[in-house]
């Protein structure tokens, strides 16, 4: 089965920058969403950021001028490109994938904000 697989996370400053990369572990096809969810410790898990296959993008406040998501949708790979970063902005990383056959969840990254 096709998983989805994250890189790219790691532990930055606050101001610093991340680049967040996910991509399929083999084909697949029908992928028509991608986006990026993070979850905080003792938080709910929460949308980040989301593409669709056309470009169409929509951002959490929170993230709004400071992340910028964008696909490769010729390899069905999603990228988060994070800058200036926050501590609030730590906790663990998930890209989503939605298909016409259903949704594909990545394992996750940590991503760590601290001095």
Do not use: H
């Not at 029908?30 to 986006?35: F, L, R, T, V, W």
């Not at 910028?68 to 970063?85: C, E, G």
């Amino acid at each position: 089965q096709v998983q989805f697989v994250e890189s790219g996370g790691g532990l930055v400053q606050p101001g610093g920058s991340l680049r967040l990369s996910c991509a399929p572990s083999g084909s697949i096809f029908g992928i028509y969403a991608m986006g990026w969810y993070r979850q905080a410790p003792g938080k709910a898990r929460e949308l980040v950021a989301r593409i669709a296959s056309g470009g169409s993008t929509n951002y959490a406040d929170s993230v709004k001028g400071r992340f910028t998501i964008s696909r490769d949708n010729a390899k069905n790979t999603v990228y988060l490109q994070m800058n200036s970063l926050k501590p609030e902005d730590t906790a663990v990383y998930y890209c989503r994938a939605e298909s016409l056959m259903g949704q594909y969840w990545g394992q996750g990254t940590q991503v760590t904000v601290s001095s």
